[in-house]
């Protein structure tokens, strides 16, 4: 991919003045300068990746927001650094054991570690058994005449005739990725423009950071532009075009004929008069309320959070986001009693991303407490609170919210539970799909079933698409819509669409136990993320001691996400009781005239109209008792309710009454509009007798 995505951006007119290649990504940056022909490269690859492929399983990698020299000296005689990709950001690689040790280690220090899910611990002494073999089947190399200069990540600096060297590729495997050296060999060199060109744009992400020591960069010129050609979950050509584009900005040529050959595009004259360079953009002022950096926290890329506040020395983090129906239309999709609640599944999502901001990647336990019930104008602010850890690692997590409209009313507490730094994944079964002995299940009335129920899924959340049993097993394919039209952000920007593993919890109403039941999430135990973005998933329930097992793989059989425990109960408390009717968002107050009608021919009953401060009547009980209330001094709406509740109090104590009806009649208690008058002491007998 890299090579055709080279030769394809060279095909526009756009060609470098030096290569850098991360890993093994310097055969690739070798072969396209020219250095080491298209065979020689193919060899050196295909012989590395056997040779791996045949060394023991295991060993463990992570990386860790600190300096090489704070860890070198932490280092276990099989752990080594595997990659130096900025002043504060390493990769270690070696032993499980030792690896862990020194995650606890360096943890407890502060410092963020994330372990990463690989098959072997590369650029560790673990890859030591293949080197000699390694050395003896790479041969002789050769090169199709150097054109590019190269810069190594091997040893940071350029290299020339040392790539058709074996030994070079030999220590290649062995060494560490000096990727922030090469970065500040390029500045040095002048270099202002860096191209990530690869699936995704994790090295581009990392250049800043490599910059960001002020003896790599010139002390003058432009500042460096960084430009990823592909970004993950991303449409591909449109990124390219996007890529294309920053680069012509920021001053690279570009083929132009090239680039629009085969198409119906054509250029077109500017307009002939000069261009006055006036500016009209609105410039946001520097530390506003949306600015995160700017008020000193940390901001962040999630679609439902935005920043975090990290403690200066030892205390808790604090990951905050704002959610409304208005911002996250996709959230109106969840509607339970006619009101839009956050899912559970979107509980999992928020911890799970403020897990990874302190270098946790498992939410041990995450039970939810109470519903989230979305204002449909206002929205609501989020907070999820992350503790210290204990001596085992583990950290306490909790989700609150608070109504954006009226923050006076507190926060409320929907989740807590703890998470830590999990283990490698283990395999899971990655065995024909479906598998043998499914039996297909009729999913056509699922979410009509479910709207009967009350939980009514629009078109984000209406994921399911086949399912199968397995013995007493339930397994089912997941998919997110294929066009979202703007409702929802893309499954590439969540850890996992909510509404996507929405889906997959939906599968879970097949199973057996819970057929004809209307079951929620309220407790996850042991969840693994294992890997991001994914908009299609295979997932199977089994049964587990404590609620149900969940594992999801995408559809190349790599896993997503394990959950070891689920467990589901019907909903406690309706939402509705303290929500808007989502249907409300698009309602306006109108209040129409009533037309008169005759008065009946036919008398209803007998009717006695009680004068304020009357005694109730004496004699013939009448049907219809009507007590005119308020219009009183404002001041004495208190001394208005207690003069009816003594009204309730002689009524309800007198049995004559039994079958009769008391009518309170207010007049301007209730403002029709916003603005209008209001009768005071009409309003609290309103807010007393209901």
């Given amino acids: 991919m890299e090579v055709a995505l080279f030769r394809l951006l060279e095909s526009w007119g756009v060609r470098p003045d030096h290569v850098l290649g991360h890993s093994v990504g310097e055969l690739a940056a070798a072969h396209v300068s020219g250095a080491l022909s298209l065979r020689s490269a193919c060899a050196v690859v295909a012989i590395r990746a056997r040779l791996m492929g045949a060394l023991p399983t295991g060993g463990a990698m992570a990386a860790v927001a600190a300096g090489e020299a704070e860890i070198v000296p932490l280092l276990g005689p099989d752990v080594a650094i595997a990659a130096v990709n900025g002043p504060e950001s390493v990769v270690v690689s070696g032993a499980t054991d030792q690896v862990a040790a020194l995650l606890d280690d360096l943890a407890g220090r502060g410092r963020r570690v994330r372990r990463l899910v690989v098959s072997h611990a590369f650029h560790s002494p673990l890859m030591e058994p293949m080197l000699d073999e390694f050395r003896a089947a790479l041969g002789e190399l050769e090169s199709d005449g150097q054109q590019i200069p190269v810069v190594s990540c091997r040893v940071g600096a350029p290299v020339d005739a040392k790539l058709t060297d074996v030994e070079h590729w030999v220590e290649h495997v062995r060494a560490p990725v000096r990727f922030a050296d090469g970065v500040r060999a390029l500045a040095a060199a002048g270099v202002t423009r860096f191209v990530e060109i690869g699936p995704g744009g994790s090295l581009a992400a990392m250049v800043p950071g490599a910059l960001a020591d002020p003896a790599s960069t010139p002390e003058s010129g432009p500042d460096p532009v960084v430009v990823p050609t592909l970004r993950g979950g991303r449409d591909e050509r449109a990124a390219l075009v996007r890529a294309i584009a920053e680069l012509h900005a920021a001053g690279v040529p570009v083929d132009w004929t090239a680039f629009f050959a085969g198409t119906a595009s054509a250029p077109v004259d500017l307009p002939t008069y000069p261009f006055q360079r006036e500016r009209f953009w609105p410039v946001a002022g520097a530390g506003g309320s949306g600015d995160a950096a700017g008020l000193g926290l940390v901001p962040l890329d999630h679609p439902l959070l935005g920043a975090a506040a990290e403690p200066a020395e030892?205390?808790?983090?604090?990951?905050?986001?704002?959610?409304?129906?208005?911002?996250?239309?996709?959230?109106?999709?969840?509607?339970?009693?006619?009101?839009?609640?956050?899912?559970?599944?979107?509980?999992?999502?928020?911890?799970?991303?403020?897990?990874?901001?302190?270098?946790?990647?498992?939410?041990?336990?995450?039970?939810?407490?109470?519903?989230?019930?979305?204002?449909?104008?206002?929205?609501?602010?989020?907070?999820?609170?992350?503790?210290?850890?204990?001596?085992?690692?583990?950290r306490e997590v909790r989700v609150h919210s608070r109504s954006v409209r009226r923050p006076e009313d507190g926060w409320t507490r929907h989740a807590d539970g703890t998470i830590r730094v999990g283990e490698r994944v283990s395999e899971m079964d990655t065995e024909q799909w479906p598998p043998a002995g499914a039996v297909e299940l009729d999913v056509a009335g699922h979410y009509d079933s479910l709207a009967d129920s009350g939980l009514v899924y629009g078109p984000v959340f209406r994921g399911l698409r086949t399912v199968w049993r397995v013995g007493e097993d339930i397994c089912a394919e997941v998919a997110l819509p294929e066009r979202l039209d703007g409702r929802s952000p893309e499954a590439g920007e969540f850890g996992l669409h909510p509404a996507l593993l929405d889906a997959a919890l939906q599968a879970s109403a097949f199973v057996p136990a819970n057929e004809g039941r209307n079951l929620m999430p309220f407790s996850w135990r042991g969840v693994s993320l294992h890997a991001g973005g994914a908009s299609v998933l295979r997932v199977r329930w089994s049964q587990h001691p404590?609620?149900?097992?969940?594992?999801?793989?995408?559809?190349?059989?790599?896993?997503?996400?394990?959950?070891?425990?689920?467990?589901?109960?019907?909903?406690?408390?309706?939402?509705?009781?303290?929500?808007?009717?989502?249907?409300?968002?698009?309602?306006?107050?109108?209040?129409?005239?009533?037309?008169?009608?005759?008065?009946?021919?036919?008398?209803?009953?007998?009717?006695?109209?009680?004068?304020?401060?009357?005694?109730?009547?004496?004699?013939?009980?009448?049907?219809?008792?009507?007590?005119?209330?308020?219009?009183?001094?404002?001041?004495?709406?208190?001394?208005?309710?207690?003069?009816?509740?003594?009204?309730?109090?002689?009524?309800?104590?007198?049995?004559?009454?039994?079958?009769?009806?008391?009518?309170?009649?207010?007049?301007?208690?209730?403002?029709?509009v916003v603005g209008s008058g209001v009768d005071v002491g009409g309003g609290a007998v309103w807010g007393l007798v209901r």
């Avoid at 999801?552 to 408390?573: F, M």
């Avoid at 409300?584 to 304020?612: A, F, H, N, Y």
């Avoid at 308020?630 to 004559?656: F, T």
Wanted: proline share 8%; net charge negative.
């Fill in 314 to 394: 030892r205390g808790a983090t604090i990951v905050a986001g704002r959610l409304s129906v208005a911002a996250q239309p996709w959230l109106a999709d969840h509607v339970l009693g006619d009101v839009a609640v956050f899912p559970g599944t979107g509980f999992l999502e928020l911890v799970l991303r403020a897990a990874d901001q302190v270098g946790c990647d498992r939410v041990e336990e995450l039970t939810l407490s109470a519903p989230l019930v979305l204002d449909a104008r206002d929205g609501v602010a989020v907070q999820v609170w992350i503790g210290e850890p204990d001596d085992a690692g583990v």
């Fill in 546 to 672: 404590t609620g149900l097992r969940l594992r999801a793989v995408d559809p190349a059989g790599d896993p997503v996400i394990s959950v070891e425990s689920l467990a589901l109960r019907a909903p406690t408390q309706s939402p509705g009781s303290t929500g808007q009717d989502v249907r409300d968002t698009l309602l306006t107050v109108d209040w129409p005239v009533v037309q008169t009608t005759s008065r009946p021919e036919t008398p209803v009953g007998s009717s006695v109209l009680l004068e304020p401060g009357a005694s109730l009547p004496a004699g013939e009980v009448p049907d219809f008792v009507c007590l005119p209330v308020g219009g009183a001094d404002p001041a004495d709406s208190a001394g208005e309710a207690s003069r009816v509740l003594a009204v309730l109090r002689e009524w309800l104590g007198d049995g004559r009454f039994a079958g009769s009806c008391l009518v309170l009649v207010t007049r301007g208690a209730v403002g029709p």
